[in-house]
């Protein structure tokens, strides 16, 4: 099934295809191990020789539908499933990276990828430089260096909501003779396809708006094929030179476009294991079979909050990039026109005090470090996530002090917005 079926007939049937007498529903494979007839045929399939399930922890058949229902909503050649969003970020990046390397990121990122690049691959001897995304491409590329290996931005920045300016991003990139990385969680394949802009890999946490229930945490890496890994040999040895570990085969020549993903299953999987459960991949895959019905929900009810809060007295400053009035309104209309994603971030007059009071008087919002799904919630990341940062860390990660994370589920948006309301009087008494 290809691309040229509509988001949601993708959503629904892409990945798989039962033959007479199977099951409708993707099968859950609940199983640790295979069996084979004899020694030769396990012998091959550890070989790379030919294709097929042996262990879990590298295939499974339940996890392979999903993954290709992905590539083929992101419009990719190959998908791997993660246990979690970071692990796809970790694994994206650490598939191209060495000790040594580095990595241009943008700043504004999610606090736990910030952390993830800036201080845990730091450890492994993995440097990086933090950008301001909307800085000039030509400021942006003073952060290169001889042995940078990727860029990496999300298309919509967690907490800030910023987006993402691909095209721009894809250019500077590509003239360093290196990929674009694009965590694409909150706009979703539904919103944006960031290989349709010039992206080269495609990350996901699947347990926000892909799941949708808040019930499985998951993260998947979609591969482009775009990238000509083999036109830069010396700088991604671990592609394009032997490998010990299969008996000195070459990923690129064997593997072709699939060569990245492939990589990623066959060596760090087999050696680090964050593989998603196939229990989880089903739980993905009720999810997104609706994905393309509720993403225009949350971006339908997030516009009608976001507009109220806008011209509310008490509200300091939004962002929301459908506003009309949103400094990033033009970038909105260009990379996601159907909608950005239900997440709003805006900041109350009365400092963080009075944020803390405003969001224990919500009836409807749950306080949660969950985004993203079918429940309203909120997060204010100085008092909850962020908040080993001091104020001047806080805004070099591109994290307003004041900053609140307000994610809009399926409710009625009528009814978030007097919740909102009344939880702003009540913070006043």
Sequence with gaps: MTKKYGIGTLCVQAGYKPGKGEPRQIPVVQSTTFKYEDSEQMAKLFDLEEEGYFYTRLQNPTNDHVAAKLAALEGGVAAMLTSSGQAANFYACFNICNAGDHIVSASGIYGGTFNLIGTSMRKMGIEVTF???NASAEEISKAFRPN???LFGEMISNPGVMVLDIEKFAAIAH??????IVDNTFATPVNCRPFEWGADI?????????DGHGVAVGGAIIDSGNFDWSAYPDKFPGLCKPDESYHGLIYTEKFGKAAFI???TSQLMRDFGSIQSPQNAFYLNMGLQSL????ARHCSSALKVASFLNGHPDVAWINYSDLESDPQHDLQQKYLPKGSCGVIAFGLKGGRDFAIRFMDNLKLATIETHVADCYTCILHPASHTHRQLSDEQLIEAGVAPDLIRLSIGLEDPEDLIADIEQAIAAAKE
Excluded: C
């Design 175 to 180: 003239s360093h003779g290196v990929p674009l």
């Design 292 to 295: 393309h019905v509720r993403m």
């Design 202 to 210: 495609v990350t996901h946490s699947t347990t926000k708006y892909m």
């Design 131 to 133: 950008v301001d995304q």
């Design 148 to 150: 940078t290996k990727l």
């Design 262 to 264: 492939t990589k990623a």
